[in-house]
């Protein structure tokens, strides 16, 4: 009896001490596993930290870089002309490159407004209109004084067999040249009507050039005060 009573106890010690090592033997892997998780934890968190301070560099950087870009832009269209700017940007250079005083542009602007003031010439004049068969007697028309020489060629009417006449064509094209007393020389070209001005002083004529009577050209227009 106390034999079996002696197994008994030997068996119950037996699994206590076997508890007893599982118990700590948990207790251990798990406080293990909470400090592997700890340190996981710690770096997640290092890493957000370092995440968010990344994020907020970035969003400095973009903010930096929107607002560089919208002073460039208003750089841009502070400075590059506009295609309406660009194309009198050219005329000037073109009026410079062909002589004209910067000092004279800059007075024109500044006198140039809106509204053109304007009257008619005094009455629409005619001339004959130059050809290869004729050139002679009033071929030529003066405007204001003097100040305009006008003359035109065009070429000559051919008629049914087939030889020029004495006349110009009106179906084909004509230069009329506007000759200035200093013997500068503007022309237009084209089949009639055609429009040109003349600048005289601080004058502008502006002419209408229509087919007149075989032989003619009629000549009328406005002059204006320029500019």
Known sequence: MIIILLRWLFVIAVAIGAGYYAWDFGTELARKEV????????QATAESTQLRTDITGLETALREERGLVAQWRDRYEAEVPTAEDAALLRAIQDRVGNGVSRER????IRLAQERDVCEPLP????????????SGANDTVSIADAAI????????QINAGGRPEAWFDPAKPVTVYFTRPGGETTSTVGVLPLHHAVVVGDREFRFSIIAGNRSFAEIAGRTCVYP
Do not use: K, W
Not at 35 to 42: D, F, G, K, P, Y
Not at 105 to 108: G, I, Y
Not at 123 to 134: A, G, K, L, M, W
Not at 149 to 156: K, N
């Open 123 to 134: 009455e629409t004049r005619r001339f004959v209109v130059q050809n290869p068969v004729y």
């Open 35 to 42: 400090r592997v998780l700890q340190t996981e934890l710690a």
């Open 149 to 156: 020489i006008v003359t035109a060629i065009g070429e000559s």
């Open 105 to 108: 542009l800059a007075e024109v």
